[in-house]
């Protein structure tokens, strides 16, 4: 995001201070959603998944996990309706988990929730005096239920000795948004090193059956993590109502007392933010590797990815409608490519040349290449 600069002539004495503080409204505190894609926009993997626990598999930065399920729920991305308060405040997509039918009850292992997580860097930069139990960061989220009932959620620090701060989101209407904000102070407690590795997570949960919870959690208190004691016994009339359904939208966590309004992003802006920890090619994007040689010989050829990775990222090919290899097509070529990661920055594709002429690798039918460096 470029640094807006107002030049000295714009400051003469015919411009009130008054009329300049409404010029900048709004250009302050930019990229300040520590957050990445928490309008929901991207979902580069698909739009609907019925998956294992634990992977991404639609919205980007956001995880579904679940366990003890008699039917695994379905995730996706999510139209939010017309007229509805997110949609007046310019959210259009939500993460939608719909229940499966849980015959046997709420089992006590039984639960089900939405996580994202954050870079340690992210947070020990962000300006945020984590330390100070008199500094603050602000968590607010849209959020809408079919059943009627109190949820909770929880962040938890992952470097030192794990933190968590459980909080609840009140009981909710049936069918009916409702903005959620929660104020977070600091502790002495907390440790977020300078690196890449995961530092913060925010999960918010439908579910969480009696192994996970316990009825003496203090919320909006931190205290060292467990997993038994992650948020105060659950009310299971959601898990045990067949396809119910759970929304969030809005996710924004900023440094600061107060919850200010909602930092949207251009969808490229947010694109790019998702490409640290994925970055998809498919035959839709036309993409392809190509070089021309005279002779046989070896292709090793290398192209950049769009922005750098958070690691070194794992290369796999998925799809079908190519040649040789599943969703590719190549000419000139011989064998399996292999396709190696170099750094955060390029791939290289390093494959046998079985003549002259124009040789090429390029995406077909439903072939897609994925670079994964997920936290």
Not at 147 to 157: E, I, P, R, S
Not at 162 to 167: G, I, N, R, S, W
Not at 219 to 225: F, G, M, P
Not at 343 to 366: D, E, F, P, Q
């Amino acid at each position: 995001m470029a640094l807006t600069t107002v030049s000295s002539d714009r400051l003469s004495t015919n411009v009130k201070t008054s009329n300049l503080g409404t010029e900048l409204k709004g250009k302050i505190g930019q990229n300040k959603n520590l957050i990445i894609n928490g309008a929901m926009q991207v979902a580069q993997r698909g739009t609907s998944a019925t998956s294992v626990s634990g992977e991404y598999k639609t919205v980007d930065r956001f995880q579904v996990n679940f366990g003890g399920t008699d039917e695994a729920p379905t995730q996706a991305q999510a139209d939010v309706a017309g007229a509805t308060t997110p949609y007046t405040s310019g959210f259009r997509k939500s993460l939608k988990i719909t229940n499966g039918n849980q015959t046997s009850g709420a089992g006590s292992a039984d639960n089900l929730y939405i996580r994202t997580k954050l870079e340690a860097q992210d947070i020990a930069n962000s300006g945020w005096n984590y330390l100070s139990s008199s500094s603050f960061i602000t968590l607010q989220f849209w959020v809408k239920s079919s059943v009627a009932q109190n949820f909770y959620g929880y962040l938890q620090t992952i470097d030192g000795t794990d933190q968590a701060y459980p909080f609840e989101t009140g009981s909710l209407s049936a069918d009916t948004w409702t903005k959620i904000t929660k104020t977070i102070p600091g502790n002495s407690n907390l440790q977020f090193d300078n690196d890449n590795n995961v530092g913060l997570t925010v999960n918010i949960a439908p579910f969480w059956g009696t192994d996970y919870t316990d009825a003496g959690v203090s919320l909006n208190a931190w205290a060292a993590y467990a997993s038994g004691t992650r948020a105060p016994n659950y009310t299971s009339t959601w898990y045990t109502t067949n396809d119910a359904t759970f929304e969030i939208t809005g996710v924004q966590l900023e440094v600061g007392s107060v919850a200010t309004d909602f930092e949207h992003r251009s969808f490229g802006q947010e694109l790019a933010l998702c490409q640290r920890y994925c970055c998809i090619f498919s035959d839709s994007g036309g993409y392809g590797l190509y070089i021309d040689i005279d002779a046989p010989n070896v292709l090793s050829v290398s192209t950049s990815l769009p922005v750098e990775m958070r690691v070194e990222p794992t290369i796999t090919m998925t799809g079908s409608g190519g040649t040789n290899n599943t969703g590719f097509v190549y000419n000139n070529l011989s064998g399996d490519p292999i396709l190696t990661a170099v750094g955060k920055y390029t791939i290289n594709v390093h494959k046998s040349v079985s003549s002259a002429g124009r040789s090429y690798i390029y995406l077909t039918g439903t072939g897609e290449l994925t670079m994964d460096a997920e936290l």
